[in-house]
């Protein structure tokens, strides 16, 4: 095959692109509109467009934050205020009466206990030394003092109340005011739930509509309900989920669960002793998802009455899917009945890319990205907003290449970013090299391996694209330039920039068999968690469906603590698939594999690759004798190891943080377990900071460097050939297929 360089022609230099505006800015919009190409403009932060700027031909983004726009309303309506339950901190019991504060532990500039409705009806107080409700009967909270007072209790047992509170102050306000130095009042959300606050929002934004006709698009930031990012009492984040329903707490809508589904939910399952039933990192049981279920309906309901009005007011329909996104699950069928017509995603990375660019729809898919042009990056001390962004950028660009999306933008305040021209550049360059992308390869696909990869957690599609972070939140490996992400660092970043097609899958899914057209299935998680699956593990069928898998000749790649549920003498379900298990101390004497040693030559680590495993003590040992150990840390901790299984393969990763290497890794060990090992042999790169894409239909091959280095690498074309290509610090480069 003759490939020869290739310097795309008849690239647009506008489009594709949307600009945040700032008030009193014209000519920096102006401007900065020009070199990055924009066509269109958006409002920021609650700014109205100029009407010089309506003027310039640009189409208009107006964003609308409904359940937190009206804030006069929302101060004369307590009763609407967002709700959440709270469990209060222990208080020890040394007599037969304890006195708690429940809001002891909070954030008193964001919550405030609510006394609207009667506590006896929806709070609840637990003896934590035993589990069991403290009757109704034996407490009392005194709103004077904001305590409750616990009788007959047993002495020297802990006690906590679960506790209803009003939120105050908007998460997102709160953290653009703490963050990003706002100084305008705090921002309240009201719940749309309220049949008469629903009624509210709907007229208010009726006359919205109408006060708003040079608006081409309303983007709706978003719609009900934020995720949780709950305010200690010392003014730090407490607890934060990114995707949990811990804020849904919305009385009207526990009245009609109770109404359609027979049972009241209470307090408790919320807060699930203080660890959040409605986290995402938590196998969800039953009554989570049945909750989930029914906040989604009205979720659905609420976008529904929204996007009808502003179709007929003749304009387009767009979420931010950010801030009050909880209940949207664009991954649901049923979230196609609201009519949004353009999804946006806030991006730093491949993950976030494919997330949207996968979701379900056809929607216009747009992505909004990091670095904010905030004072967090921009005005802040240690700030490198033009090293931050192309690092984002390489991570974008390797999933984009793979899946697409529509158009780009930033969102923040232009005159942060004029205060770096090197970082002006660089976005204009990074639209420029977006549009290239879309023009030349004209919504083509570039060619994978042929090998699906099924992902396998608890939550399967529902929460497509959205990672494990697990113990890495909390202790966040170190930035280092070569590493795709800033600080968190994640399995699915690796894989979102691989050339293979990945489905996710939950445990009913499988259950029946795994899907026919999946080649390799991952379990990526800490044990316990959604993602590695939890209790799932204990289902006969789940675990015959995976055996039946790999035996037949599938591949199985387990990473961290994959099918960990103790049980039937081992941690590892999957221990006999993986060749491996974990030690928690319960057989610490046991020795089932006398001694190995680590065999670095395996077809997964050749090519020189230095994997990073984000630790060296996995507390996983072999257990069968022909386990082939990959790595080990120090004291013989297996960090990597594979083995035959009937017809198929198991791999096993203590972890996989998101690193080239690692990258490289992954691409091979799913090569390897799904027995596609020669696919390598084309259309592949050397260098594991550079990787390529072809796209067959328009005989167009991309060469990427992944660093902030120079590059040599070797290309393997279509035919297997080799040839060199030299790329400076995150180049890219193309080349066509010229026909003999």
């Keep these: 095959m003759k490939l020869v360089p290739y310097l795309p022609a008849d690239i647009p230099a506008r489009g594709c692109f949307t600009l945040p505006t700032e008030a009193g800015k014209d000519d920096l919009v102006r401007d900065l509109a020009a070199k990055w190409g924009a066509d269109t403009i958006r409002d920021s932060d609650g700014t109205e467009l100029s009407p010089e700027l309506l003027e310039l031909g640009f189409e208009i983004f107006s964003t609308v934050l409904l359940t937190r726009a009206d804030q006069a309303f929302a101060k004369a309506h307590p009763e609407f205020l967002i709700r959440k339950f709270f469990r ?89 005011h703490l963050t990003n130095g706002w100084t305008s009042d705090p921002i ?147 979230f196609q009945e609201m009519g949004i017509d353009i999804h946006i995603n806030a991006c730093e990375g491949g993950v976030v890319l494919r997330r949207c660019a996968e979701a379900p729809g056809n929607q216009i898919k747009e992505l909004r990205f990091y670095p904010y042009l905030f004072p967090d990056t921009f005005n802040h001390e240690g700030g490198q907003p033009l090293r931050d962004s192309r690092l984002f950028w390489a991570n974008v660009r390797r999933a984009l290449v793979r899946t697409p999306v529509d158009r780009i933008g930033y969102g923040g305040y232009l005159s942060l970013a004029a205060e770096f021209p090197e970082f002006v550049d660089h976005v204009a360059h990074l639209a420029d090299e977006f549009r290239t992308i879309l023009a030349t390869t004209r919504g083509t696909r570039s060619e994978r391996i042929p090998v699906k990869v099924g992902i396998l957690s608890a939550w399967g599609a529902r929460r497509s694209w959205i990672p494990f972070e697990g113990r890495d939140q909390k202790f966040a490996i170190p930035y280092s330039d070569n590493m795709f992400l800033l600080a968190r660092s994640y399995l699915l970043e690796c894989l979102a920039g691989l050339p293979v097609d990945v489905e996710f899958l939950s445990f009913d899914d499988i259950a029946n068999g795994v899907p026919a ?89 050749a090519g020189g690759l230095a994997p990073f495993f984000g630790t060296d003590r996995s507390y996983v040992a072999p257990v069968l004798t022909d386990t082939r150990v990959l790595a080990t840390g120090p004291g013989g901790h297996v960090l990597a190891a594979a083995r035959g299984c009937g017809k198929g393969r198991a791999v096993y990763f203590a972890g996989l943080p998101a690193t080239a290497d690692n990258a490289a890794l992954l691409l091979r060990a799913i090569a390897w377990g799904g027995r596609a090992e020669q696919a390598l042999g084309r259309w592949h790169c050397s260098n594991p900071r550079t990787e390529c894409a072809w796209f067959p239909e328009v005989g167009k091959l991309i060469v990427l460097n992944n660093s902030p280095e120079c590059q040599t690498t070797t290309v393997l074309d279509g035919d297997g050939q080799p040839f060199e290509v030299a790329l400076a610090p995150y180049e890219s480069r193309w080349y066509a297929h010229q026909p003999d």
Excluded at 113 to 137: C, I, K, M, S
Excluded at 524 to 548: E, I
Excluded at 589 to 594: D, Q, S, W, Y
Aim: with cysteine.
């Design 88 to 176: 209060s901190d222990e208080v020890l019991a040394e007599t037969d009466t304890v006195t708690i504060r429940p809001m002891a532990g909070f954030d008193p500039r964001k919550y405030r206990t609510d006394t609207y409705n009667n506590p006896q009806h929806h709070w609840q107080v637990f003896d934590r030394a035993t589990g069991l409700e403290h009757p109704l009967g034996r407490w009392d909270y005194d709103p004077a003092t904001d305590t409750v007072t616990v009788r007959n209790a047993v002495p020297w047992h802990p006690y906590t109340v679960n506790f209803l509170v009003e939120q105050i102050w908007d998460s997102t306000s709160m953290h653009n």
């Design 188 to 334: 309240m959300s009201v719940d749309p739930a309220h049949p008469a606050c629903f009624a509210h929002l709907m007229a208010w934004f009726d006359r919205w509509l109408a006060e708003h006709p040079r608006t081409d698009v309303v983007r709706l930031t978003t719609l009900c309900y934020h995720f949780p990012i709950d305010g200690a009492a010392d003014g730090h984040t407490r607890y934060f989920d990114g995707q949990g329903y811990a804020d849904t707490v919305s009385l009207p809508l526990m009245e009609s669960f109770a109404d359609e589904h027979g049972f009241r939910l209470t307090s408790g399952d919320f807060v699930n002793e203080g660890r959040y039933i409605a986290n995402s990192h938590v196998v969800p049981s039953g009554r989570q998802r049945l909750w989930m279920d029914h906040v989604h309906k009205f979720v659905v309901r609420f976008g529904k009455a929204l996007c009808d009005r502003i179709h007929a007011a003749g304009k387009k329909a767009a979420i931010f899917w950010g801030d009050h996104w909880i209940g949207m699950e664009p991954y649901l069928p049923s």
């Design 517 to 605: 057209d999946i080649g390799v299935l991952i379990n990526d998680g800490d044990a316990g968690t959604a993602h590695s699956g939890g209790r799932h593990w204990a289902d006969p069928a789940v675990l015959a469906a995976v055996r039946k898998f790999v035996h037949r000749g599938g591949g199985f790649i387990g990473v961290r603590e994959p099918s960990a549920y103790p049980a039937g003498g081992r941690n590892f379900q999957l221990a006999d698939v993986l060749g491996v298990d974990l030690e928690t101390g319960d057989t610490a004497n046991l020795r089932p594999v006398a001694s190995w040693t680590a065999t670095p030559d395996h077809f997964l680590l």
